[in-house]
C-alpha cells in the first residue's frame, strides 16, 4: 500500500498537501535562520535546508554522511554540526525544524529515508576519513533511527553511503522518475535510495569504508544460530517502525510470526518508538493469554538493537481480502442467494468481533485498531484479532496515538468508545466501506444506510440502524466532515449546491447546474500565490516530478479540462502555468506528466508562443526510454502530431512519425500495463499515427501492441483485470487497466472491421464491459474510479449502462463550500485535477451530457 497518503494528509483537512506546510513559523531550528559568516550561502529546498561555503569544491557524486538524531536531541547536533562546518568549510543540509524530524520518523514515514537528519557532502577521500573520525568523537552517544540505506560508522549516529551530491533524475524500471548518478560510462543510473545498503560494482570504496565493512562482516561472523533462530519465509508488512514476517523456528519447525521494532524510529502522535508499542503489546499479550481470538506470545527477543515478539501464527486471510474477494456489489449482476449467503456471513463477523471486543475488554483492555486488515478469518470462518500495539487499558485517559482513517471519530478517542466506533464502522466497511468518506462528509452515513436497505436483503430498518450506530459511538452524532465546516459570516454565505439528479444524461438541464456547479467548485480552490501548485490533486503534485505542472495531477490538465468544457479559467491561472513552467527547468518530458503535455495544453489555451517555447525544450531534452503514452515516447510523439498544426511547425508531424516508426519497428516493451504505461498506449499512438497518413501498417501495429498488452491479462469472474506491477493488484480502470486497453480495441475494431479482429480481442471487450458492471467502486477519478469506467461506455455505445454510472457518481460527490466536489484517491481528501479529481469527473461528465471533450491518446485518436 502507497503510504504517501497520510503523510500528505497533515498539512490541511480539505486537501492533499505538501507534510512541509504542516509546521508552525515558530517550530524551526535556530540554524535555519542563524547569520552565516561572508559569502556562505543558505537556502531551502524541500524540508532541508541547504548551507554552502564561499567556494564549494564539490565533485557531482562520491561517498554523502548522514547524522541520525532522535527529535529531541535533534537541535542540539544541528548547532554542533553547524559549527563544525563553518570552521571546516563544508557543504551540508539538514531538516528544518522539530516537526519536519518527528514526521519524516513516524510510523508512515518512508523508511528508505528515515534517520537523516543532516547530510555533509566530503569533497574526497581525504575529507570523509577526517568527517567520519572527528564528527564520531564529538557526538559520540547521540540517539537516533538506523538509516536503513547506509553503512553505520561505528557505533554512532554516523552512516554513509555513495551518491549524487546534485540533484539529477532518469527513469527506473518501473517507469518512475527518480534520483539519479553518473554510471560507469556517464549515463545516468537511478540513485537507489533502498532498505538495503548497497555499494554500486564500480563506485570507489575509500579505505575507511572498507575497514568499516570488514568491521562488520566480522561482527556478523561472530553471531550464531542461537542469537536469531528463524528463517524468515515471508515479509507480510512494512512500515517504518519495523516489518511484520512470516518465519519458521528453526528449533520446533512451528510457523511463527515475528514482529519487528526499530528504536527511534516509527514515531507516534504520543512520541513513542516502534519499541515501545512493542514492549506494550507484549504486556497485552500476556494480559490476555488463553483467548482463542488473540495470537499467543512465544517469546520476546532482542537481536544487535532490534526488538521482536515472536507470536503464534495464525492460518487465516485478512478481513479485507475476504470482503474484496466476496462483496457482493463488487461482482456484476449479485443474484439473490449471493446476496443473501454474503449478509449471513457479514453479519457474522459482526457478531463475532462484537464478542471478541466484549472479551478484551472484561480483562480490561480496549483493542484501539480495529480495522479490516487486523482482524483474520479462518479456514473455519472463526474470527482473530492482530497487531495489538496500541491497545491500552479501560480506564486509560488519553487517546491512542495511531488509528486507521476511516475507523476512528475525534468524539470517541476514550476507553471503550474507541473500539465501539471503531465496530460500528466495520459493520458500514462490511456492507458499503464509505468510512473513509464520513471524515469529509457525515452524510455519506445517511446514504449508506439508504444503499444498504435497497440493496442487501435485511430487515427493515436495518441501514438505518447501522448508520445511528456510528452516530451513538460518536456520542450521539456523527461530527461533521471537514467539508461540512462552513466558512466564517465574514466570508459571505455559500451558494447551495445543486442536489445530483437521478436523471439520464439525455436530460441536458438536469445536469447542466452539475457542470456548473463542479467547474465553479473546481476555480474556487484555485491558489495563484503558491509556487508549487495552482489547484489541489494528488500527492503526485508533490516531489521530485513536479506534477503539479502536468497533464494528469497539475494545472495544465485542470486549466485544459475547464476550457473544453466552456468555462474558462482566468488568464491569470494560464500565465501562472507559463510562468512556473518557465522557472523549472528540470521537468519530464511526457505527455501527463511534463513538457509535452503542457505545451498540449498551452497551444489549447490559446497561447502558442509559449507553447512554442516549450517544445524548443522538449526536442533539446533527451528523451526518455520509457516506450509508454503517460511519460514516455508515445505520449511525446502524440503530443508532437498535436501540435503540428497550431504551432505551423509540419517537421513536428515527421518526427512524430519518425517516433512511431521506431517504437514499432523496435517493440520495446514498457515497465509497467496498460494504457498510460502499457503496450496500449503504444497502440493508441498507432491509431494516431494511422488517422493522420490512412497507412494500413499502423492498424497492424496497433493491434500487435494490443495483443501483447492482452497477453498479460487476466479474466476473472468473466471481467478483464490488467496486473499492477507496484501494489499488486488487477485493475479494471482507464489508465492502468482494463477498459483503458478495451476502448483501443473498439476503436480499432471500427476502423478494421470486428470480424477481421482475433477471437480474444471480442473476449476481451466483453470482458471489459463485465467488468463496468460491479456498483462498488472505490474512486470517482477518471483514471482510476467510476468516471474511467462511465467513459468507456459512452466510448463504446453503452448509454444505458452509462447512465448508471452517472447516477452511482452520487456515492463520492461532496459540498465544498456551496460547490460540487469529489475525492481523490484513497478518497482522503478532496481533488480537482484531472486523472483523480473533479476536472476528470467534469470532461467526463460533459462528454456524457453536451458532447466529447478530447483527451490525448484516450478520447482523441481520429
Known amino acids: 500500500m502507497d503510504d504517501r497518503y497520510e503523510r500528505h494528509c497533515l498539512a490541511d483537512p480539505l486537501f492533499y498537501d505538501d507534510p512541509a506546510r504542516a509546521e508552525r513559523p515558530d517550530d524551526r531550528f535556530a540554524a535555519a535562520t542563524t547569520p552565516l559568516p561572508p559569502g556562505w550561502q543558505r537556502h531551502e529546498h524541500g524540508p532541508w535546508v541547504h548551507v554552502r561555503p ?34 571546516h568549510e563544508l557543504t551540508w543540509k539538514f531538516l528544518r525544524g522539530r516537526a519536519t524530524v518527528h514526521m519524516l520518523n513516524s510510523k508512515y514515514a518512508d523508511r528508505r529515508s528515515s534517520g537523516k537528519l543532516i547530510t555533509l557532502y566530503p569533497e574526497d577521500d581525504a575529507r570523509l576519513t577526517q568527517v567520519l573520525d572527528e ?82 562482516a566480522e561482527r556478523e561472523a561472530a553471531e550464531t544460530a542461537e542469537d536469531f533462530p528463524f528463517e524468515v519465509t515471508k515479509a507480510l508488512h512494512f512500515s517504518n517502525g519495523g516489518g511484520v514476517y512470516l518465519a519458521t523456528d528453526r528449533r520446533d519447525g512451528r510457523q511463527v510470526v515475528l514482529r519487528e521494532a526499530r528504536p527511534h524510529a516509527g514515531l507516534d502522535h504520543a512520541d513513542r518508538d516502534a519499541v515501545q508499542r512493542l514492549l506494550s503489546e507484549r504486556r497485552v499479550l500476556e494480559a490476555l493469554a488463553g483467548l482463542d481470538c488473540v495470537p499467543a506470545l512465544h517469546e520476546y527477543r532482542q537481536v544487535w538493537e532490534h526488538h521482536y515478539l515472536v507470536e503464534e501464527y495464525i492460518e487465516g486471510e485478512r478481513l479485507e481480502e475476504v470482503f474484496t474477494r466476496t462483496c457482493p456489489l463488487a461482482h456484476p449482476d449479485p443474484d439473490e442467494a449471493e446476496l443473501a449467503r454474503y449478509t449471513t456471513w457479514a453479519l457474522d463477523v459482526v457478531e463475532q468481533v462484537t464478542g471478541m471486543l466484549a472479551a478484551l475488554h472484561e480483562r480490561g483492555l480496549v483493542f484501539g485498531d480495529l480495522h479490516p486488515n487486523n482482524v ?41 468508545a474507541v473500539d465501539a466506533y471503531a465496530l460500528a464502522a466495520l459493520r458500514l466497511y462490511l456492507f458499503l466501506p464509505v468510512n473513509h468518506l464520513l471524515a469529509l462528509d457525515s452524510g455519506k452515513a445517511e446514504l449508506a444506510a439508504r444503499e444498504i436497505s435497497a440493496r442487501y436483503p435485511v430487515a427493515p430498518g436495518f441501514g438505518a440502524e447501522v448508520a445511528q450506530a456510528l452516530h451513538r459511538a460518536a456520542g450521539g452524532k456523527l461530527p461533521p466532515g471537514a467539508t461540512e465546516r462552513r466558512p466564517g459570516a465574514a466570508d459571505g454565505p455559500a451558494p447551495s449546491r445543486p442536489a445530483w439528479p437521478q ?6 438541464e438536469a445536469w447542466r447546474p452539475v457542470l456548473d456547479s463542479l467547474a465553479a467548485g473546481i476555480l474556487a480552490t484555485a491558489t495563484p500565490e503558491r509556487a508549487d501548485r495552482l489547484f489541489p490533486g494528488d500527492v503526485e503534485q508533490f516531489g521530485p516530478t513536479h506534477n503539479g505542472l502536468g497533464l494528469a495531477h497539475g494545472a495544465a490538465g485542470v486549466l485544459y479540462a475547464l476550457g473544453a468544457c466552456g468555462r474558462p479559467a482566468p488568464a491569470g491561472h494560464t500565465d501562472w502555468l507559463i510562468t512556473r513552467t518557465g522557472a523549472t527547468p528540470d521537468l519530464p518530458t511526457g505527455l501527463y506528466d511534463g513538457l509535452t503535455g503542457i505545451a498540449w495544453t ?25 516506450p509508454g503514452l503517460g511519460s514516455g515516447r508515445a505520449g511525446i510523439a502524440l503530443g508532437l502530431l498535436d501540435l503540428a498544426g497550431p504551432l505551423g511547425w509540419d517537421h513536428l508531424a515527421e518526427q ?40 494500413s501498417e499502423w492498424l497492424t501495429a496497433a493491434e500487435a501492441a494490443l495483443g501483447r498488452e492482452l497477453d498479460e491479462a487476466d479474466i476473472t469472474d468473466g471481467m478483464l483485470f490488467l496486473p499492477e506491477d507496484r501494489f499488486r493488484r488487477k485493475l479494471p480502470y482507464l489508465a492502468a487497466g482494463g477498459v483503458g486497453t478495451a476502448g483501443l480495441i473498439a476503436e480499432l475494431a ?23 458492471l460491479p456498483d462498488l467502486i472505490a474512486a470517482a477519478g477518471l483514471f482510476e474510479g467510476r468516471a474511467g469506467l462511465l467513459l468507456h461506455q459512452l466510448r463504446t455505445g453503452n448509454p444505458a449502462a452509462a447512465d448508471r454510472h452517472l447516477r452511482l457518481l452520487e456515492w463520492h460527490v461532496m459540498d465544498h463550500r456551496g460547490h460540487l466536489a469529489f475525492p481523490g484517491r484513497r478518497s482522503l481528501r478532496l481533488s480537482t485535477d484531472l486523472a483523480t479529481g473533479a476536472a476528470g469527473v467534469l470532461t467526463t461528465l460533459h462528454e456524457a451530457v453536451l458532447g466529447p471533450v478530447p483527451l490525448p491518446g484516450i478520447t482523441d485518436l481520429a
Open 602 to 626: 498551452l497551444a489549447r489555451l490559446g497561447a502558442p508562443d509559449a507553447a512554442g517555447a516549450l517544445v524548443e525544450r522538449l526536442l533539446a531534452a533527451e528523451l526518455p526510454l520509457d
Open 54 to 87: 564561499p567556494r564549494p569544491r564539490l565533485p557531482e557524486q562520491g561517498w554523502k554522511v548522514h547524522v541520525s538524531a532522535t527529535p529531541d536531541e535533534a537541535e542540539r547536533v544541528i548547532d554542533q554540526v553547524l559549527a563544525y562546518c563553518l570552521e
Open 656 to 695: 512524430a512519425l519518425e517516433l512511431g516508426h521506431e517504437l514499432a519497428r523496435e517493440e520495446r516493451a514498457p515497465l509497467l500495463r496498460g494504457l498510460l504505461d502499457g503496450w496500449s498506449g503504444q497502440a493508441a499512438l498507432f491509431l494516431r499515427l494511422h488517422g493522420h497518413t490512412g497507412g
Open 376 to 416: 483474520l478469518i479462518r479456514p473455519d470462518g472463526r474470527c482473530a484479532l492482530v497487531d495489538f500495539e496500541i491497545s491500552f487499558p479501560v480506564d486509560d485517559a488519553t487517546a491512542p496515538p495511531l488509528g486507521a482513517p476511516g475507523f476512528v471519530s475525534p468524539a470517541a478517542r476514550r476507553g471503550t
Open 750 to 772: 471500427r476502423r478494421t472491421g470486428p470480424d477481421r479482429l482475433p477471437e480474444r480481442f471480442a473476449e476481451a471487450l466483453a470482458a471489459a464491459d463485465r467488468a463496468c
Open 503 to 508: 436523471a439520464p444524461a439525455a436530460d441536458t
Open 135 to 216: 564528527l564520531s568523537d564529538l557526538l559520540k552517544g547521540v540517539p537516533g533511527p538506523y538509516v536503513l540505506s547506509d553503512l553505520r560508522y561505528r557505533e554512532g549516529p554516523l552512516y554513509l553511503r555513495f551518491g549524487s551530491f546534485s540533484e539529477r533524475y532518469c527513469t527506473d524500471e518501473h517507469g518512475r522518475r527518480v534520483p539519479a548518478m553518473s554510471g560507469p560510462d556517464g549515463e545516468l543510473v537511478p540513485d537507489v535510495r533502498g532498505t538495503v545498503f548497497a555499494v554500486p560494482d564500480w563506485a570507489p570504496v575509500p579505505e575507511v569504508v572498507k575497514a568499516q565493512l570488514a568491521a562488520d
